[in-house]
């Protein structure tokens, strides 16, 4: 039997796909295992439970199980980085199983400088999805460290990380702006008056808005239960207006979604706030992305694994 | 005997002065009893506690005393208001030991809106130690929330609140930026990295900046315990910036500052790089506002309570 067993491993959670000879997911599987909430018997016996009963395949992994922390360090490539290049330094290792696993490497934008673990490979895969995308598109990766990033050509040109996730639980759990009874209730309201705040901070940004959740809260202008989603939009928006302030990514054309489907949803709201539009969210991409380079680097063979490209002048 | 003991009561201190008659300050007391950490006992004993000794003296307290949270809610006061106004808004309350509690009012922005409660204290008290700058000056006053103010014909006629304390404080204790060995080594250089990385944001701000403190870190750039200080003169520099940039505050004399002195002197290294002047920094600022407001309303008798005042057009 031929196919492939894909690692999406990041620092909160493990998925693994089982991928079949045409690169087709046959199952996926997810555990609360990143690379910082092991279980008993580290890395080998998250390996072995979570791709239990599955068939020995060659199995190639993507995310922080690549970082310092992770299983095997492998350093990150600088951009411009395609899937044949990313592929090329791939690392392996051998697990207590016997097989080997085989790690792909992140990538390092040198201006800023700024790093990623596993979201080239579901931009990489994605775009094997929409071949169309290849030449030239925009991407946002929302979530704990949103990224937004630029393809030309097929290749990863540009990107930047923004730690809006983790900065709205940071303020939620441990912050004065912890209101409310906790409950995640939609309030698509105060969620909008938070971009909109956002948006129309100009220069000044809406870093010097958070305190605002308090102030409307004080004022009466916000109920307590309201100031979570005040605070997401304030959040979100400002990774908007920052992002196209940078004037580093295009919108003139969609801009394309990655992620978990109620967050993106989150996006989309918000975008619309912005005369923007983003398109449905893509799933299962680091899926994709891991067949695209374990065809490239021979781990698994097949005849579907060149994907169609366009070139242009991006 | 006549004088006043005056309370600088915040969230995480209590801060006890003993006035003479003449407003000169004979005795400071500080103890970590704010609002939401009282010994047992309450207002009542912390009070007993921070005075003992002290003669029976009139008792008038800033801050968040006069909270919703705190013992006798105030409501806050809308801009411009000067200590007249401030004084005719003072509330009181009976303490266990018979004699009266009497609280100022904190002041409310409706551009924003906006709040603050102890700070409008300082802001005025400092300005009977430099009557010139009653007519127009502009104030800084760093701290877990950090206030710009600005004064006109000596009320405090606009001013802003930005988290910087509040955010480094999170990004140290709780997020992926904790770092280093935890201690607070001095690093001019990573501090005036992150200022100027801030000062250089543009109008996409620092807000996005806030990854390159990890990014710099894993790039060998920035030794991990650097990361602090390079955080701190990102958040400083952000302030700054953001402040400057929305045109609210005048910045063409000296900017005034109150507060902390080594936190103080942080804002000075940060606005160096900006090309700013920042006046040194005035300690003991709300027992001389809480003294003229005294005065105003009559809680104490002296004839040095009239402020030489200028006028301008501000």
């Known amino acids: 039997m031929s196919g492939l067993i894909g690692l999406d491993w990041g620092t909160s959670s493990l998925r693994a796909y089982w991928l079949d000879e045409a690169g087709e997911i046959r199952e ?14 580290g890395f080998d016996a998250a390996l072995t439970d979570i791709t239990a009963d599955w068939p020995r395949l060659p199995r190639l992994a993507c995310g922080m199980v690549g970082s ?13 980085a395609d899937t044949a290049q990313l592929g090329s330094a791939v690392r392996s290792l051998r697990a207590k199983d016997g097989l080997d696993v085989h790690i792909v490497p992140g990538l390092r934008n040198p201006q800023g400088p700024d790093v990623m673990r596993g979201e080239e490979t579901q931009l990489l895969g994605a775009l094997t999805l929409h071949p169309v995308l290849i030449s030239d598109s925009t991407w946002i990766l929302p979530g704990t460290h ?8 097929g290749a990863v040109a540009d990107f930047r990380t923004l730690m809006t996730g983790e900065l709205f639980a940071l303020l939620r759990q441990h912050s004065i702006l912890c209101t409310g009874s906790g ?10 008056r938070g971009v909109i705040a956002a948006r129309d901070s100009g220069t000044a940004g ?16 916000l109920a307590p239960d309201a ?23 295009r919108h003139d054309a969609p ?38 380079i374990a065809c490239d680097i021979g781990l698994v063979s097949t005849d579907s694994s060149a994907a169609p490209k366009e070139t242009s002048s991006c």
């Open 183 to 192: 409950d995640a209730t939609a309030d698509t309201d105060a969620f909008a």
């Open 255 to 292: 801009l394309q979604l990655i992620g978990d489907a109620a967050l993106c949803a989150r996006y989309r709201l918000a975008a619309s706030h912005f005369n923007l539009d983003l398109a449905d969210s893509l799933l299962d991409a680091a899926a994709h992305g891991l067949w695209q």
């Open 68 to 80: 310092h922390q992770g299983w095997l360090e492998v350093p990150y490539m600088d951009l411009p």
């Open 227 to 249: 100031v979570p989603e005040y605070l997401s939009g304030l959040l979100i928006g400002e990774e908007l207006r920052s992002s196209l302030a940078t004037n580093r990514f």
């Open 206 to 221: 809406a870093f010097s808005l958070l305190f605002s959740a308090r102030a409307l809260m004080l004022d009466g202008a």
């Open 28 to 41: 996926t599987r997810a555990r609360p295992w990143g690379i910082r909430h092991l279980p008993d018997g």
């Open 146 to 153: 949103s990224k937004w990033a630029r393809v030309c050509d």
